[in-house]
């Protein structure tokens, strides 16, 4: 099976209009509100004030004695009905990531997460009760008459300072508040490498803490079959119905064939909604309870407070080079914030993967740590851990060109790795597969006119402005779960079934899977009828994260066609009473040299109706492709931005955004462009605007509402031109690499990398994210008083 070819319209390569989009946009979605079954309860959760307390009491009375409620649940009922904790993908370990090597013997430690606690709540926000009544107004009026005697106690809301001997404690079994202290590399060839250095520079910073604001606010509707025993939860999880069936019947202790997950659209999600969220168990245990069908819809104010959050990452890192410009070595240490539960190492592990870029470094060593905070879990948001790592390794580049005078454009080229050395091992034993990075940066130099700055600069002093440029290269290391299941099944009203277990919260999966299946099984689009979201439907798969998606479901697909097209050719063998081997398969039909043939749908009819089939032979004509699959995806390329900043006020205005990246393989160049375009929003967005600021002496968020937390807008959004790269990758046996991140991977350090750019004749030489007008007016203020 070849991964590109020519032959059917709508098949891979075309930029078909993604078929998901009417519904969408003609108000036809179904999300979590949208869905409102019969009798239908509404739940309000009442939410601790306090980043850390302990619960002395909770007097529910008054509560329950309002008008329409049902019921007045707390932690008390949800350890009375054993409920169970929240069971998290605590993984460190295991390819294609770096081996995390634990120091001095470290217990690695979790975290027991509850629904609800009885006991300690440990961040703002947290649920202690929950009330149910007949509508959302009488369920939010009881909730405020919800009375808790809170007992406060000390916080802490940042990583190192977590780790300080007089930190509060945040758990009692956890000394020092680390839950995961390691090391990567070696130690002793990195310190041998920096004697020999003739320079040495030097970064202290932290990529800013942020949340994922989708458009639709985090939501779950619960019902109870009593008749059955069923539970069905509808909600939306990037990772998918399969996995969140399995812990939703972990949490309820009752088998997994007593609890169904259905998914309706998901209208956002960028990694923070991939873990599994304390209402997603409480609203089909509380229809148990009630005997009524229970939807609980989060306001803004809640996803702010509580939704699980991304990035806060404290580094400090060094880069040694010779005279020259080779780069010898890096070092340095990496402190992850895990807010008050862990839920994912993965931000850690990633970063630690790729801490030397695309570049040549042949000594690395970094520790690793993560600690427990008063704040909300930290998850995965897009490209976790990733851009954390480029955003260190690009700013030490532009730092050490600045220090040691060197050309940053030339100190790229000197040390990226080169496509004849690839396969390449890094310096931490991570393994890249293929490529072209310098081809990569070269072409995306060139489409930004990066010759033709000094122009452009000169434009923008007579208007009194300071015009920057950077550059910046990534790479990725992705992989996810390893597990999917791709379902064909050929049906008597003409369509073609696909069944796959991801979950799409914009990916287009409904265009871009189908275009797999009309190109290798040869039929029109509009035959493939997509199913997915629903575990009755849904019997494995992995949901969307790190990449995964078009990665494992391309192969999952391919093998699902494979033995669909096996099986027809014994049963049309059978029909035209002649060898399987001897019959071609094109245009959705098996025919042999004499120009007989049967099409799928013939088959089809004779697989469930022919007597004389065998037995083997008979039922319904479908293909299935489950497949395990651990070998990562190495997605790479080169981003140029162009700023101005106004020296008077310190605002930034991005002039212009240039992306080259490579997709290995376009199975519809335009949702990849896409792609690659919101997640260089995402990934400006943090840089110059968002962060979710906790006061370190209350722990109370001050960037709760869009009043505080900033967003890109249209106004602030720049002109975004993408380009595609398609070097089949190595590692993908249709040469497909994951292009739905690569935009955000490099924006945190290019972006920066341009405003310093910008105000290098001032003598700034770094400026924490995010770049605010203030934060860029500060340091103008403070170079210019320096000098």
């Known amino acids: 099976m070849s991964s590109r070819t020519t032959k059917r319209s709508g098949g891979i390569g075309e930029s078909r209009p993604r078929v998901e989009d009417f519904r969408l946009v003609t108000g036809r979605g179904r999300f979590i509100a949208d869905f409102a079954p019969p009798n239908l309860a509404h739940a309000v959760l009442v939410r601790s004030p306090h980043p850390h307390a302990r619960i002395r009491g909770i007097d529910t009375a008054a509560a329950a004695a309002a008008p329409g409620v049902l019921a007045v649940l707390t932690g008390e009922d949800v350890a009375r009905d054993k409920l169970g904790y929240i069971p998290h993908n605590i ?25 609800m606690p009885n006991d300690i709540v440990r961040y703002l926000g947290e649920p202690v009760a929950m009330v149910v009544a007949d509508t959302l107004d009488q369920a939010t009026d009881a909730a405020e008459l919800v009375a808790v005697d809170y007992e406060p106690l000390p916080i802490v809301t940042d990583a190192r300072a977590a780790q300080q001997p007089d930190a509060p404690q945040i758990w009692p079994h956890r000394p020092g508040n680390i839950s995961m202290n390691c090391e990567v590399g070696d130690a002793e060839a990195t310190a041998a490498a920096f004697e020999a250095a003739a320079h040495i520079v030097r970064l202290d910073t932290w990529v800013n803490r942020i949340t994922g604001v989708p458009m639709e606010t985090r939501s779950a509707l619960g019902e109870y079959d009593s008749a059955t025993g069923l539970y069905t939860l509808r909600t939306a999880s990037g990772r998918g119905v399969v996995q969140t069936r399995e812990r939703l019947a972990t949490i309820l202790g009752v088998p997994v064939e007593n609890c169904r997950a259905v998914f309706g659209d998901m209208g956002g999600n ?35 407070l509580t939704d699980y959050q991304g990035r806060d990452l404290a580094v400090t890192a060094e880069l040694a080079l010779d005279a020259e410009g080779n780069f010898l070595a890096m070092r340095g240490a990496n402190t992850m914030n895990s807010g008050a539960y862990t839920i994912y190492f993965w931000p850690l592990r990633k970063g630690l993967s790729i801490m030397q870029g695309n570049y040549r470094i042949p000594a690395m060593h970094f520790r ?19 851009p954390e790592a480029i955003y260190v390794i690009e700013r030490l580049i532009d730092l050490a060109a600045a220090q040691c005078g060197f050309d940053r454009v030339e100190l790229r080229r000197r040390n990226l790795v080169a496509s004849d050395a690839m396969p390449f091992t890094n310096a931490v034993g991570v393994t890249y597969d293929n490529g072209d990075y310098p081809a990569g940066m070269e072409q995306a130099l060139a489409v930004a006119d990066w010759a033709g700055f000094a122009g452009r600069k ?20 992705t992989s996810g779960l390893p597990r999917e299941r791709a379902e064909l099944r050929v049906c008597d009203d003409g369509a073609v079934e696909l069944v796959l277990g991801t979950m799409s919260s914009g990916q287009s999966h409904e265009t871009t899977f189908p275009q797999l299946v009309c190109e290798w099984l040869d039929i029109p689009f509009e035959k493939i009828r997509y199913i997915a979201n629903d575990t009755n439907r849904v019997s494995a798969g992995g949901g969307s994260h790190s990449g995964r998606s078009m990665r494992l479901a391309s192969i999952a697909i391919g093998d699902a066609v494979r033995d669909l097209v096996g099986k027809g050719k014994a049963i049309a063998g059978h ?33 469930e109706t022919l007597n004389s089939l065998p037995e083997e032979l008979r039922g319904l004509l479908e293909g299935v492709g489950d497949i395990v699959n651990r070998v990562g995806g190495f997605p790479y ?16 205005q991005i002039l212009a955004w240039t992306g080259v990246d490579d997709v290995g393989l376009a199975v519809n160049p335009m949702v990849l462009h896409g792609q690659a375009q919101g997640a260089v ?15 370190p002496e209350s722990g109370q968020l001050l960037a709760g509402s869009f009043m505080d937390y900033a967003m890109p807008r249209a106004d602030n959004t720049p002109p975004i031109h993408t380009h595609l790269i398609e070097i089949p990758a190595s590692s993908h046996p249709y040469g497909i690499r994951p292009g739905g991140e690569g935009g955000t991977t490099p924006a945190l350090g290019l972006v920066i990398n341009a405003i310093v750019d910008a105000l290098s004749d001032y003598g700034v030489r770094h400026i924490e994210m995010p770049a605010t007008p203030e934060r860029v007016w500060q340091a103008i203020t403070a170079a210019r008083a320096a000098q």
Not at 282 to 304: D, H, I, N, S
């Open 575 to 607: 029909m035209l009473q002649i060898a399987p081997d001897a019959l071609s398969y094109a245009d959705g039909a098996f025919t042999a040299e004499d120009g007989r043939s049967a099409d799928l749908w013939q088959v089809a009819h004779a697989a």
């Open 270 to 304: 960028y990694g923070t909604r991939n873990a599994f969220y304390s209402e997603y168990a409480l609203m089909p245990w509380a229809a148990k309870k009630v005997g009524r069908p229970v939807r609980w819809v989060g306001t803004r104010q809640e996803c702010f």
């Open 368 to 386: 690793g740590f993560a600690a427990f905070t008063n704040t909300p879990p930290i998850s995965v948001y897009r490209s976790a851990g990733r």
């Open 91 to 115: 993984e460190w370990q295991g390819p294609p990531d770096v081996v995390l090597r634990l120091v001095d013997d470290f217990d690695v430690q979790m975290s027991d997460h509850p629904t």
């Open 637 to 652: 390329g080169t981003h140029v931005c162009e700023v101005e900043v106004d020296p008077e006020t310190g605002h930034t």
């Open 681 to 695: 929003a995402q990934g400006l967005g943090q840089a110059l605007l968002e962060t979710c600021h906790y006061d």
């Open 458 to 477: 000169a434009e923008s002093a007579r208007r009194g402005l300071c015009r920057g440029i950077g550059v910046a290269n990534y790479i990725e290391v």
